[in-house]
């Protein structure tokens, strides 16, 4: 099966030791995400609720949004999956 | 071979084609694709000139035309004051290889006498055209161009790290009236980032340094401070004076309110966030704002909440003041803003509509992704639940 790139965000690096980039497996969007928790437990939580992909995080495989294409059911392979959370910085705050 | 003048145009006007005014007034109703070359000299076209022209004077036809119109197979439409002179031109540019140029007989004065529409030239001063030259230079900027700038108004939302950047490039670039939305005072710690403010000027209110560095940099801008944080009850009377709006904000409860502003009141939002070593950039025009700008797809893009849904829950939203940020992201972030601006106000280029451009400076990697209108979005889809605003900060504690 062939690997997938996932892209992690700064927020979410916590979970997976500093990486920006992790690898993960699966032919379908769930089933990378199933196999990152695997590697990186407790990131599945962060992205994904009883009823889908959490709805400020936007996970797109390749230019994609999954949202719009089947959600966890899409399609993977291998290439890129970038994880994309909702931020709200314009580094005003002093 | 032709020996006088009558010979002469009588020989290239068999040797061209020619349109009648009639025919180029209903192709401009029409919006029929159509580059208009006004042949005429500068002083000429003060009056007024055929609306959406380029003007290239006879005289530097052959030298200009390539760096004009690229494409040589464009349809072009030549004309002048009575038709002669666009005659000769479209023979020219014949020659140089250009397969699809007409000349409009008669020309503009018959044009002006049948009451067809007229553009006027921008009245520039002297002082504005030598401090704006290296735009007026740009064909897709010109003077027309750079009037509609000095023309325009823009909200920042923001004078910290995105606004920053952006409101000092938008008033560089000549954009006339700046307002900023802004109620705080400026900290020693915003320096690193926050470029339109200085050491001297620590506790001065942040609206008050940035008009003050404005005004030293381009007197042509006007600024209008509302030093005041932004809430449902005052965001319409925020907007309303404005073409569009930056949105530098720094928390969710202002982020969504100022989407849904957008959409209601019909103003685009050119978007930027910013955390760590990363940033977002998009720019959001709803349905309602699309007409007013021509770049735009008619049908308007998708909105914040169509990208987002829901804020993240407050203990998975640190802010730049919990986690830090690089103070040049803000200036790269703040920059990308200021020219998705700069392009809806001129009408030019190809806008960031339902693409989200993400920046990572540590790879130095730009990607772009696909955002799409949410069919179920509750302020800008076809059955829209939210239709007044709601209680931002409440919906943003729950996530």
Same mark, same amino acid.
């Given at each position: 099966m062939s690997e997938t790139t996932v892209r992690i965000p700064a927020p979410l690096r916590t979970l997976t030791g500093g990486s920006d980039e992790v690898k993960a497996q699966g032919g379908t969007l769930g089933a990378v995400i199933d196999d990152l928790e695997k590697r990186h437990p407790g990131i599945k939580d962060r992205l994904v609720d009883e009823k889908g992909i959490r709805r400020f995080i936007n996970i797109y495989v390749g230019e994609e949004d999954a949202r719009f294409t089947g959600g966890l059911s899409t399609e993977v392979k291998g290439g890129e999956v970038s994880i994309v959370p909702a931020m709200a910085g314009g580094a005003g705050g002093a | 071979m032709p020996t006088t003048y009558s010979d002469l145009i009588a020989d290239v006007r068999r040797g061209i084609r020619e349109v009648s005014l009639d025919e180029i007034k209903r192709r401009l109703d029409a919006k029929v694709p159509m580059v208009l070359v006004d042949v005429r000299e500068k002083e000429e076209t003060r009056p007024g000139y055929i609306p959406g022209a380029i003007n290239i004077p006879r005289g530097f036809l052959e030298m200009q035309i390539e760096q004009r119109? $690229?494409?040589?197979?464009a349809p072009i439409v030549l004309y002048c004051a009575g038709g002669t002179r666009s005659a000769l031109a479209a023979k020219t540019l014949a020659d140089l290889g250009y397969t699809n140029v007409e000349s409009a007989n008669p020309g503009f004065v018959r044009w002006k006498d049948l009451g067809y529409p007229q553009e006027k030239p921008p009245e520039l001063t002297d002082a504005q055209r030598d401090r704006y030259s290296r735009h007026i230079l740009l064909p897709d900027v010109g003077e027309v161009g750079q009037s509609k700038l000095l023309g325009s108004k823009v909200l920042l939302l923001g004078a910290g790290g995105l606004g920053s950047p952006a409101a000092l490039y938008l008033a560089a670039a000549g954009v006339g009236t700046l307002g900023i939305v802004d109620a705080d005072v400026v900290d020693a710690s915003n320096l690193q980032r926050q470029v339109i403010h200085s050491t001297s000027r620590v506790g001065m209110a942040k609206v008050d340094s940035a008009a003050k560095f404005i005004s030293d940099l381009n007197p042509d801008v006007k600024v209008i401070p509302h030093g005041e944080r932004m809430t449902s009850e005052n965001v319409e009377r925020l907007f309303d004076a404005y073409d569009l709006v930056v949105d530098g904000t720094d928390n969710f409860p202002t982020r969504y309110l100022v989407n849904d502003a957008s959409v209601f009141l019909g103003k685009p939002v050119v978007h930027g966030s910013i955390f760590r070593f990363e940033g977002q950039a998009t720019t959001f025009v709803p349905a309602s704002a699309a &007409? &007013?700008? $021509?770049?735009? +797809?008619p049908e308007g893009g998708p909105c914040y909440r169509c990208l987002y849904p829901e804020p993240p829950p407050p203990h998975l939203a640190p802010s730049c003041q919990e986690a830090?940020?690089?103070?040049?992201l803000c200036g790269i972030v703040g920059t990308l803003q200021a020219t998705e601006a700069i392009k809806l106000l001129l009408g030019k280029g190809n806008p960031l509509v339902g693409r989200l451009i993400t920046y990572d400076s540590l790879r130095m990697k730009f990607r772009e992704l696909k955002l799409r209108k949410d069919?179920?979005? +509750?302020?800008?889809? +076809?059955? +829209?639940?939210?239709?007044s605003y709601i209680d931002y900060e409440g919906f943003c504690a729950i996530g």
């Open positions: - | 119109i $690229s494409d040589k197979n &007409k &007013k700008f $021509s770049i735009a +797809p830090g940020v690089l103070g040049i069919p179920e979005c +509750p302020v800008c889809g +076809p059955n +829209p639940t939210i239709k």
